[in-house]
T-cell receptor
């Protein structure tokens, strides 16, 4: 059973701080890793994806991947109240069909 | 472009009833997916399709059926609804190889009582 694990939270950070969201996965053959943001009652939207070890930065967001430790994280710098949402980690385990295994998500609350 | 559209937005079914959740995309995407999301949980893949006429099971296919007669449409059929199928259903699409992003529809909230 391929699994993706996340701490459900809530993770509470003050406005302007760095929020750190973590995810571990069980399948060593996993190829690509995705972070989706989901506001309450809305559909998921892709924030970032990463497939190589190391860091990938996009604006205030940085994804970090360590395949040896089977660990992927998302850092949000200068957190804003509008970042308050559930962040879903997803892992691609099938190269041809892009089938994703999702974690249960971490609820982030940014306090003004 | 409307993107990925889903109908209905909400539905209440009685146990044993059947219904079809509609999903359509106007982006000419080859790949389409159906997920369900239970409260406080991540998304579970029900069925997917890699092109018209080709479908396959995901993690949780029992109690559901799909068809893909056109590139645009990917309906999900629930036969003999059960309370365990109470969930939010999301349809998603992706262009093809090399395109990483799945685009999600707004979802259908289904309650079976």
């Amino acid at each position: 059973q391929k699994e993706v694990e996340q701490n459900s939270g809530p993770l509470s950070v003050p406005e302007g701080a760095i929020a750190s969201l973590n995810c571990t996965y069980s399948d060593r053959g996993s190829q690509s890793f995705f972070w989706y943001r989901q506001y309450s009652g809305k559909s998921p939207e892709l924030i970032m994806f990463i497939y190589s070890n190391g860091d990938k930065e996009d604006g205030r967001f940085t994804a970090q991947l360590n395949k040896a430790s089977q660990y992927v994280s998302l850092l949000i710098r200068d957190s804003q109240p509008s970042d308050s949402a559930t962040y879903l980690c997803a892992v691609k385990t099938d190269g041809a069909t892009n089938k994703l295994i999702f974690g249960t998500g971490t609820l982030l609350a940014v306090q003004p | 472009n409307a993107g990925v559209t889903q109908t209905p937005k909400f539905r209440i079914l009685k146990i044993g009833q059947s219904m079809t959740l509609q999903c359509a995309q106007d982006m000419n995407h080859n790949y389409m997916y159906w997920y369900r999301q239970d409260p406080g949980m991540g998304l579970k893949l029900i069925y997917y399709s890699v092109g018209a006429g080709i479908t396959d099971k995901g993690e949780v296919p029992n109690g559901y059926n799909v068809s893909r007669s056109t590139t645009e449409d990917f309906p999900l059929r629930l036969e003999l609804a059960a309370p365990s199928q109470t969930s939010v259903y999301f349809c998603a699409s992706r262009a093809g190889q090399g395109d990483y992003e799945q685009y999600f529809g707004p979802g259908t909230r289904l309650t079976v009582t």
